[in-house]
């Protein structure tokens, strides 16, 4: 799902900069469909522990919140596909897509 550099990138964030949101959203994960989206910022190097934001739909706020890498790629929309990885996403800051996904 990730590339070998989108995981480098993604490590170097965990830690203090995962936790003051001060770095880069690097991938989004989304499914077309459903408008559900996954911008994930930081994974653990140990582990397949993601931090991410999560947008649900239009009607849910976006949270940030802690997932595992293995899970998210065994998800499926009600049509039985998978999410995908927005290949035309380029890295913003994790403030900056609160911001918008918020309406701030």
Not at 24 to 35: C, N, Q, R, S
Not at 53 to 61: E, G, P, Q, V
Not at 66 to 89: F, H, I, R, S
Not at 96 to 102: F, N, Q, S, Y
Request: one cysteine or more; hydrophobic letters at 40%; charged letters at 30%.
């Amino acid at each position: 799902m990730l590339s070998h550099l989108q995981r480098e990138k993604l490590i170097a964030n965990w830690g203090q900069k995962a936790e003051s949101l001060e770095c880069k959203a690097e991938v989004k994960i989304h499914d077309p469909l459903t408008g559900w989206k996954c911008y994930i910022f930081a994974l653990n190097p140990d582990t397949d522990e993601i931090l991410c934001i999560i947008k649900a739909s239009k009607y849910f706020a976006a949270v940030v919140t802690d997932w595992n890498l293995g899970e998210l790629a065994l998800t499926y929309n009600a049509y039985g596909e998978a999410p995908q990885v927005d290949e035309e996403y380029r890295p913003r800051y994790v403030q900056e897509i609160l911001k918008k996904l918020r309406g701030e």
